[in-house]
Nanobody
Framework: QVQLVESGGGLVQAGGSLRLSCAASGNIFSSNAMGWYRQAPGKQRELVATITGGSRTNYADSAKGRFTISRDNAKNTVHLQMNSLKPEDTAVYYC???????????WGQGTQVTVSS
């Protein structure tokens, strides 16, 4: 089992910035991937960004150029720096973790991000 604890959500005006963090604990293998997804009201959960232990990253088109995902392997923590936020970025943001030797996905409890216009 892997436990994920997220932090850093909140309310911000359009054009502002927020930094989300997620700490993983439990049965963690060195080869893993962490990421952020989001779900807006009435919409499906969608990818925001992912990062492997080797710091290979993948971004949704909506996040490219504005969001930066990073990780601290020593602390099993992933961060999402979100700049130039838009009202359409409003959603619950979920941290995600997977040991690459297993298909099991773990999810955090979610953190609300609200961007006002």
């Amino acid at each position: 089992q892997v436990q994920l604890v997220e932090s850093g959500g909140g309310l911000v005006q359009a054009g502002g910035s927020l930094r989300l963090s997620c700490a993983a604990s439990g049965n963690i293998f060195s080869s893993n991937a962490m990421g952020w997804y989001r779900q807006a009201p009435g919409k499906q959960r969608e990818l925001v960004a992912t990062i492997t232990g080797g710091s290979r990253t993948n971004y949704a088109d909506s996040a490219k150029g504005r969001f930066t995902i990073s990780r601290d392997n020593a602390k099993n923590t992933v961060h999402l720096q979100m700049n130039s936020l838009k009202p359409e970025d409003t959603a619950v943001y979920y941290c995600n973790f997977r040991n690459l030797i297993s298909p099991t996905l773990y999810w955090g409890q979610g953190t609300q991000v609200t961007v006002s216009s």
